[in-house]
């Protein structure tokens, strides 16, 4: 397989990504990105270059087939049902929640919660997100007093170590052994994985390319993805003017 030029991260990694993501809504999702791609082409080239932006387009058909293939939808499905069940998208807002606690704590004066304030871990997977929950839940608890409202930071350090405990069983349920899941499956989860990670790259570039414009820059943003399945065949939604 040729040298990708959106990642050189390995295809293990790339699959197990992309086995938590919805073919369908990954789709729509890059065809509102691309549609700002193309109004801002030129830009994006100076930071992630033409090739990489080539690809992102050309993997695009390929992950739209995957919402119309009957064998690898069921695939999928067996994979999300997990991730969904568990609700990794609850953990993330309660790390946003910690995250703001954390804020207010510092700027009462509270330096050590700069960790809380914090996304300590960029990666994706279960393991890492319950790690950082849990490491939260332990500033969360360390710096309760210190709060404004303790009573309200214990509350949350109290969510976050329930959320904590899904996320564990979540990550022994979802396992996946990628030695032993079918060619077509492993490349069409690779699929999805990289192109993932070229829109979320494409949105780093794009806020940086308006940063002096915060309405253009917002957006860039992954909300079509994350937002209830959609229709099949729907739209794209238009990218902001």
């Known amino acids: 397989m040729a040298a990708s030029h959106i990642t050189t991260l390995p295809d293990d990694k790339l699959v197990r990504t992309g086995s938590t993501l919805r073919a369908g809504a990954l789709g729509l999702q890059a065809d509102y990105t691309m549609g700002l791609v193309k109004s801002d082409r030129a830009s994006l080239e ?38 969904q069940n568990v609700s990794v998208r609850k953990a993330t807002r309660w790390r946003t929640k910690a995250m703001n606690a954390g804020k207010i704590l510092m700027k009462r004066g509270v330096a050590e919660a700069s960790n809380l304030a914090r996304m300590t871990s960029l990666d994706k997977s279960l393991p890492n997100l319950r790690k950082e929950v849990e490491a ?56 999805k994985g990289l192109l993932w ?45």
């Open 46 to 83: 100076e930071i992630l270059g033409k090739d990489m932006l080539d690809e992102t387009g050309n993997l695009l058909p390929t992950v739209k087939a995957i919402a119309d293939d009957r064998t690898l939808s069921e695939e999928e499905s067996k994979s999300k049902t997990v991730v």
């Open 136 to 191: 939260k839940v332990v500033l969360l608890t360390t710096h309760a007093a210190q709060a404004p409202k303790p009573e309200w930071v214990k509350a949350l350090a109290a969510a976050g170590t329930v959320i904590a405990a899904e996320l564990s069983g979540a990550d022994a349920a979802q396992e996946i052994d990628i030695s032993a899941l079918p060619p077509k499956t492993r490349d069409a989860w690779r699929a």
């Open 197 to 241: 990670t070229a829109l979320k790259q494409i949105n780093d570039a794009g806020h940086t390319v308006h940063s002096d414009e915060p309405r253009r820059a917002a957006g860039y943003n992954m909300s079509l993805l994350y937002r209830s399945t959609p229709a099949k065949n729907a739209p794209p939604k238009e990218p902001p003017k």
